[in-house]
């Protein structure tokens, strides 16, 4: 009780007059280190951001990608949360975007085509007879420039790539930045925006494959999902939107109350038929533009919690059903089918080619915002 007093007095007076530099220690802080050389000799560098409450992340700045998120679980034990590659080597070939920036358009554009101002481009068909994350050459295969920017919060990690006109058949120099932050509240919070010099369309999204139990530990099935949406976008059985919004009501799509992932993935329900499981997108409740929570998953065996807000329209349901055990990942267990799940918030698939869909169209002048938090906690 004595000493408590002059305690107090003592921190008040400090924290007035060093109150810029606790702030900034409290913060997140960022270590940077070079990580290897892509095949054309650039320097790659891998970021490990840390802040006292949050999950330790590390990005690289090639693709963007989320290369690690550590996360205690009840009991205080990290485990890394997300699927991925133990070098430089495994990214650089990457073929199931493991937690890569997807650009310039996320999820499929139907047979690879699409108009805008009376003209039709033509993009790669690299998936069946569609288009898919960006195309072969898409954002996820990019060195992107990285600055590391200190505020008041700490330091927070910025990449910026400059998609040049034409590149993958999209129209228009598009300039696109991510920023990786880490957030007082436990959240890894992705900051997106784009600006362009002529018409043309932009759907950034993240693609992690989160497993709650630590990666390489097995399927998903497990986890309990809840995703705050009414409605999905049903496909064709090349994975296109067919334009309806159809209620989950009464449908192994129902997450409004938490379910298992397993619970009911191989129902002998059509849609999940076309995907081999779940790969949906569906439509988050609330306004688009604000920041609000679109999924909660619980993993009971470790306690680990997964919040995904996001300002996004859509998220994309994936529950890894073209994993097949060839990718052997960061800890040298093989990731088997269904062995991570990815939440990828996004503008809904095809949009270019469905007018009802809120639009991805950017114009000149104009800018591109999306946000995304993933906070985690325990129960
Ligand atoms: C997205 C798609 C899936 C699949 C993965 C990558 O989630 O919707 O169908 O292509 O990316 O393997």
Redesign the pocket.
Known sequence: MLRRRPFAVFTLAALTTVGVAMTAEAGTRIERKAWGTTPEGQTVELFTLSREGAPTVAVTNHGAYLVSILAPDRDGQAADVILGYSDLAGYLADG??LGAVVGRYA?RIAGGTFSLGGQTYTLARN?GPNH??GGPGGFHRKLWTPRVVTGPEGDTLELTYLSVDGEEGYPGALTATVVYSLTAEGGLRLDYSATTDASTVVNLTN?AYFNLAGEGSGDILGHEMQIESNAFTPVDET?IPTGELRPVEGSPLDFRKPVALGARIDDPYPQLQA?GGY?HNFVVRGAPGELRLAARVYEPGSGRVLEVLTTEPGV?L?SGN?LDGSIVGKSGRPYEKRGGF?L?TQHFPDSPNQPEFPPVVLEPGDRYEQTTVFRFSVR
Do not use: A, K, P, R
């Open positions: 199931g975007y999820n998936n898919l994350h693609h994975l995907g790969d994309q994936y073209f990815c990828e």
